[in-house]
């Protein structure tokens, strides 16, 4: 019985291989994104025009993540590869590298879109990743986008993809209205934020937010701080009576903890989605639903509401 089912087994198994096989046939148009904050705007512009391929996966750190050599390999046939860039993605930017000599057409989002360099910490002075914080320069990021996926994938409708990047644009500028429209309402005294890392100022920026200080005194994950840092940032959440401090999602929140109970009153630590989307039914399962999330809970922190 066994023997007589197993040649169904083998040929139900063979069917799988060539139908995941061709999710990668050669003529359907193919873009690798390394973020998955990137691989939802991407996918926004293109709908199912291309295949689009997210390198990262959902609550991942985008400083740290690695890639499979399979992975890195199909890089190199992409007919486009977008990446966040100005250093971000630490675990996959030689493969970017290693695809663009292969061939490939690569796009940096993040040189394009007016990056701004960290102001204080250990990073002052080199450029600031985290560009996506700021609904206005993801609007950017989309033009560009567009430009590139029309003008570098073959089989792509183009006027498809402009409507759709249009329609995708208008929701970003609705959403980034909302947003200052909601920040209006937190008097400016309360406008202060003190992160995981340094991920939050181009969000600052845009809207008007002081940066008081992080937990690692840096622009990424990568780093620890030490004693004095933690030291000195407890100096500053007292001096601006800081109502909350930002933990990330897929950071483990115990030093935002500690710092909370150095204060000597009343802190919140408050989860937000900073640098990485979460599964597609979680609270941050879009680039859109991400910001509202972290807006209404920075407003919920600072209005000494926080969870
Ligand atoms: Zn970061």
């Given at each position: 019985?066994?023997?007589?089912?197993?040649?169904?087994?083998?040929?139900?198994?063979?069917?799988?291989?060539?139908?995941?096989?061709?999710?990668?046939?050669?003529?359907?148009?193919?873009?690798?994104?390394?973020?998955?904050?990137?691989?939802?705007?991407?996918?926004?512009?293109?709908?199912?025009?291309?295949?689009?391929?997210?390198?990262?996966?959902?609550?991942?750190?985008?400083?740290?993540f690695g890639i499979?050599?399979?992975?890195?390999?199909?890089?190199?046939?992409?007919?486009?590869?977008?990446?966040?860039?100005?250093?971000?993605?630490?675990?996959?930017?030689?493969?970017?590298?290693?695809?663009?000599?292969?061939?490939?057409?690569?796009?940096?989002?993040?040189?394009?879109?007016?990056?701004?360099?960290?102001?204080?910490?250990?990073?002052?002075?080199?450029?600031?990743?985290?560009?996506?914080?700021?609904?206005?320069?993801?609007?950017t990021a989309v033009?560009?986008?567009?430009?590139?996926?029309?003008?570098?994938?073959?089989?792509?409708?183009?006027?498809?993809?402009?409507?759709?990047?249009?329609?995708?644009?208008?929701?970003?500028?609705?959403?980034?209205?909302?947003?200052?429209?909601?920040?209006?309402?937190?008097?400016?005294?309360?406008?202060?934020?003190?992160?995981?890392?340094?991920?939050?100022?181009?969000?600052?920026?845009?809207?008007?937010?002081?940066?008081?200080?992080?937990?690692?005194?840096?622009?990424?994950?990568?780093?620890?701080?030490?004693?004095?840092?933690?030291?000195?940032?407890?100096?500053?959440?007292?001096?601006?009576?800081?109502?909350?401090?930002?933990?990330?999602?897929?950071?483990?929140?115990?030093?935002?903890?500690?710092?909370?109970?150095?204060?000597?009153?009343?802190?919140?630590?408050?989860?937000?989605?900073?640098?990485?989307?979460?599964?597609?039914?979680?609270?941050?399962?879009?680039?859109?639903?991400?910001?509202?999330?972290?807006?209404?809970?920075?407003?919920?922190?600072?209005?000494?509401?926080?969870?």
């Amino acid at each position: 019985m066994r023997f007589r089912r197993l040649p169904a087994n083998l040929a139900l198994l063979t069917s799988m291989l060539v139908t995941g096989a061709a999710c990668g046939s050669p003529d359907e148009p193919r873009i690798v994104v390394t973020t998955n904050i990137l691989g939802d705007v991407v996918t926004q512009i293109v709908g199912h025009e291309a295949e689009v391929s997210v390198l990262m996966k959902p609550d991942a750190d985008p400083h740290s993540f690695g890639i499979s050599a399979r992975e890195a390999h199909a890089m190199q046939s992409a007919d486009l590869v977008v990446y966040n860039g100005l250093g971000l993605e630490e675990g996959v930017l030689r493969h970017v590298d290693a695809a663009r000599a292969a061939g490939a057409h690569t796009i940096e989002v993040g040189t394009r879109i007016g990056p701004m360099e960290y102001q204080d910490g250990d990073a002052a002075g080199t450029p600031d990743p985290h560009f996506w914080t700021d609904p206005a320069r993801v609007i950017t990021a989309v033009r560009l986008l567009t430009d590139e996926i029309v003008g570098q994938v073959d089989g792509v409708d183009a006027a498809v993809v402009r409507q759709r990047a249009d329609a995708y644009a208008k929701q970003l500028s609705e959403l980034d209205t909302r947003l200052a429209g909601r920040f209006a309402g937190l008097p400016a005294q309360r406008r202060v934020l003190v992160t995981n890392h340094h991920v939050f100022g181009y969000f600052a920026d845009r809207y008007d937010f002081t940066v008081i200080g992080a937990i690692i005194p840096g622009g990424t994950t990568l780093a620890s701080p030490s004693s004095s840092d933690l030291a000195s940032l407890v100096t500053a959440i007292r001096t601006h009576q800081v109502p909350a401090i930002f933990a990330d999602t897929s950071q483990p929140a115990r030093l935002a903890e500690v710092l909370a109970a150095e204060a000597g009153f009343r802190v919140s630590v408050v989860a937000l989605y900073s640098e990485s989307l979460s599964e597609p039914d979680g609270d941050a399962g879009t680039y859109l639903d991400l910001m509202r999330f972290n807006a209404e809970a920075i407003i919920g922190g600072l209005s000494g509401n926080g969870r």
